[in-house]
């Protein structure tokens, strides 16, 4: 009879866990977008359509819904299992507003490419800092925004997008390149330390800073100069409505939050590390 009991509540709790964690973002939107197929070389490259498969299925791991999560590849036709539209900044746009308007949680965008001081890279484009603000506040308003741009100079996006509920990191500060790009890399420097930290960690909050300190040792480890120094920036007020990964996050004044309302003001980046 305890056998049974003790089985029993084992099962009940991975059934509540499972439950939990996927209250916490099964309504989010979610894009994760590999802006270019090109080493920094020239030289083709499988090195940001590694990182956007194995980000999109992590974030299933942890709840986020398949149906909102839409991949990007500036190679669709290569990834038929996952099936990646075009990496453009219009298709970009136009999915994060399907998604968004038949999803009430909040946004979730992960872009890794080559940067530039002017944006970051994708497909034959640049997307610069105003045009991701465009989509974001068009697509997400003032809901919960997570957003991590993985590219040389990315952290030139903070200033534009900072507001109080969106939490931004970037890989490189605004006047440093990030490394990795390599054609002989499977990920870059970045996006490996993404998926390091996020395996370990239980919230995006704790994700990157795991990923920058990870950074930071391994471009010292490696001799990597002079050193990227990811950007984290939180608002204040996204803290309190993201959940951990196993809980669901309370939602502020009932309602799930307005979309394509006008920006909060942006709060500061976080000092270089």
């Not at 499972?18 to 499988?46: K, L, N, P, Q, T």
């Not at 219009?90 to 940067?115: K, V």
């Not at 002079?226 to 950007?231: G, L, T, V, Y």
């Amino acid at each position: 009879m305890r056998l049974l009991l003790a089985i029993f509540l084992v099962v009940a709790e991975t059934v509540l866990w499972s439950a939990a964690r996927a209250a916490g973002y099964a309504d989010w939107a979610a894009i994760v977008v590999a802006g270019d197929f090109h080493a920094h070389s020239g030289a083709e490259s499988e090195v940001f359509d590694n990182a956007r498969r194995d980000i999109a299925a992590d974030l299933m791991s942890v709840g986020f819904a398949p149906d909102n999560i839409i991949q990007f590849s500036v190679r669709p036709e290569g990834y038929p299992l996952q099936h990646p539209r075009h990496s453009d900044g219009q298709t970009i746009g136009t999915t994060m507003w399907d998604l968004s308007n038949r999803t009430s949680g909040g946004c979730f965008a992960y872009l890794t490419s080559h940067g530039s001081p002017d944006g970051i890279v994708v497909g034959d484009d640049t997307l610069s800092p105003v045009k991701l603000k465009s989509i974001l506040d068009n697509a997400c308003g003032d809901s919960p925004t997570v957003v991590f741009l993985s590219a040389c100079y990315s952290g030139v996006f903070i200033p534009v997008l900072a507001a109080k509920n969106r939490m931004i990191v970037t890989a490189a500060r605004r006047d440093r390149t990030s490394f990795g790009c390599g054609e002989t890399y499977k990920y870059t420097f970045f996006d490996d330390c993404f998926l390091q930290s996020f395996r370990k960690a239980g919230n995006f909050p704790d994700v990157a800073r795991g990923a920058a300190s990870c950074v930071a040792a391994r471009e010292k480890k490696e001799g990597f100069r002079p050193p990227s120094e990811p950007q984290i920036s939180i608002g204040s007020d996204i803290a309190a409505t993201l959940a951990a990964w196993g809980s669901s996050a309370p939602m502020v004044a009932g309602d799930a939050p307005a979309r394509r309302g006008a920006p909060s003001s942006a709060s500061p980046a976080s000092r270089p590390r």
